[in-house]
């Protein structure tokens, strides 16, 4: 075992970013962001304690404000928050859905279509023995399913110990639990190692194959953006043997983000056009009204002159 596949500890907390208003970490697979059992000594909480005990926040539970969550088996950029006010221009970035993430994940079997869009619907499962699972609308015991869409490139084709694999980029455009996981095996292709959703079947692998590659938040007056390197490569877990490279992550972020700053200029540009139009309509009305008060003046000079006759 490598020192990039050994179990996290207090020590090995990996900072992407740091600044007056957030750090970003790559956390590690197979570990909690946070927990109030008093046996689990080693979260991500822990170790921002552990780093930097002069940052936490006594008003907070946990002493830090997590921006979102990761899955306790995955791995990747996890935005933590310094304030209060900070953690708020965060949230505004997921809830409006501007916030961008991209994730990188080794797949069961040869994915054919290199670019996809999935689209299905996710639920909670009620299915006993199933707890804290989701699941596709129409399967049985799903519960509350709301429309979810990812989209899917393929990266590298390959193999993981001997079988056929896929390493692809994910990209979640709506943020419901276990999305990613849900969604890859839905199609046919699960995520390499997920305990979870294999039933139990995949146990072999170090680790779930899921990595939370990109992050990217559009805040004023800075913008945020980090990248978590790709820990799926052959000298990390030699396991994994890419044969086919289509595209490399770098590339399919750039992009990535190329569309993304195309669709923000494009709202950008609407935004202009709407504060335009409604500054000609105030103008509008504004000369309608000087018009008005014109020829209400008018009328009167004129009554005044008619009744001095």
Request: aromatic share 8%; hydrophobic share 35%; with cysteine.
């Given at each position: 075992m490598t020192a990039a596949t050994e179990?996290?500890?207090l020590e090995n907390l990996r900072v992407l970013h740091q600044s007056d208003d957030f750090i970003v970490v790559d956390k590690h697979w197979d570990l909690r962001i946070d927990s109030k059992m008093w046996y689990e000594k080693n979260t991500v909480q822990?170790?921002?304690?552990?780093?930097?005990?002069?940052?936490?926040?006594?008003?907070?539970?946990?002493?830090?404000?997590?921006?979102h969550q990761l899955d306790f088996s995955t791995s990747g950029a996890l935005c933590v928050a310094l304030s209060k006010a900070a953690a708020g221009r965060a949230y505004r970035c997921f809830k409006d859905r501007t916030a961008t993430k991209a994730y990188i994940a080794l797949l069961r079997g040869w994915v054919e279509e290199e670019n996809r869009t999935i689209e299905f619907s996710i639920g909670k499962t009620s299915t006993e023995g199933k707890a804290h699972m989701m699941c596709i609308e129409g399967?049985?015991?799903?519960e509350n399913p709301k429309a979810c869409q990812t989209e899917l490139s393929v990266l590298e084709y390959g193999t993981y110990d001997g079988e056929p694999a896929t390493k692809v980029l994910l990209e979640p455009l709506t943020g419901r639990t276990h999305q990613l996981r849900?969604?890859?095996?839905?199609?046919?292709?699960?995520?390499v190692g997920d305990f979870t959703y294999s039933l139990g079947v995949d146990d072999a692998p170090y680790r779930m194959m899921l990595h939370?590659?990109?992050?990217?938040?559009?805040?004023?007056?800075?913008?945020?953006?980090?990248?978590?390197?790709?820990?799926?490569?052959?000298y990390v877990d030699p396991k994994w043997l890419p044969q086919r490279t289509l595209r490399t992550a770098e590339d399919a972020v750039e992009s990535l983000l190329d569309s993304v700053?195309?669709?923000?200029e494009q709202l950008e540009n609407e935004k202009k056009w709407k504060e335009a139009e409604e500054e000609r309509r105030k103008g509008k009305k504004k000369k309608k009204k000087a018009e008005s008060e014109e020829q209400n003046r008018l009328c009167q000079d004129w009554l005044s002159e008619w009744g001095g006759e």
């Amino acid at each position: 075992m490598t020192a990039a596949t050994e179990a996290a500890s207090l020590e090995n907390l990996r900072v992407l970013h740091q600044s007056d208003d957030f750090i970003v970490v790559d956390k590690h697979w197979d570990l909690r962001i946070d927990s109030k059992m008093w046996y689990e000594k080693n979260t991500v909480q822990a170790q921002l304690r552990h780093r930097f005990p002069l940052l936490a926040d006594p008003d907070t539970y946990y002493g830090f404000r997590f921006c979102h969550q990761l899955d306790f088996s995955t791995s990747g950029a996890l935005c933590v928050a310094l304030s209060k006010a900070a953690a708020g221009r965060a949230y505004r970035c997921f809830k409006d859905r501007t916030a961008t993430k991209a994730y990188i994940a080794l797949l069961r079997g040869w994915v054919e279509e290199e670019n996809r869009t999935i689209e299905f619907s996710i639920g909670k499962t009620s299915t006993e023995g199933k707890a804290h699972m989701m699941c596709i609308e129409g399967s049985d015991g799903c519960e509350n399913p709301k429309a979810c869409q990812t989209e899917l490139s393929v990266l590298e084709y390959g193999t993981y110990d001997g079988e056929p694999a896929t390493k692809v980029l994910l990209e979640p455009l709506t943020g419901r639990t276990h999305q990613l996981r849900v969604h890859c095996s839905a199609v046919g292709h699960p995520i390499v190692g997920d305990f979870t959703y294999s039933l139990g079947v995949d146990d072999a692998p170090y680790r779930m194959m899921l990595h939370a590659h990109l992050l990217r938040l559009p805040l004023e007056p800075h913008l945020l953006q980090v990248t978590a390197g790709d820990p799926f490569l052959p000298y990390v877990d030699p396991k994994w043997l890419p044969q086919r490279t289509l595209r490399t992550a770098e590339d399919a972020v750039e992009s990535l983000l190329d569309s993304v700053a195309a669709k923000e200029e494009q709202l950008e540009n609407e935004k202009k056009w709407k504060e335009a139009e409604e500054e000609r309509r105030k103008g509008k009305k504004k000369k309608k009204k000087a018009e008005s008060e014109e020829q209400n003046r008018l009328c009167q000079d004129w009554l005044s002159e008619w009744g001095g006759e």
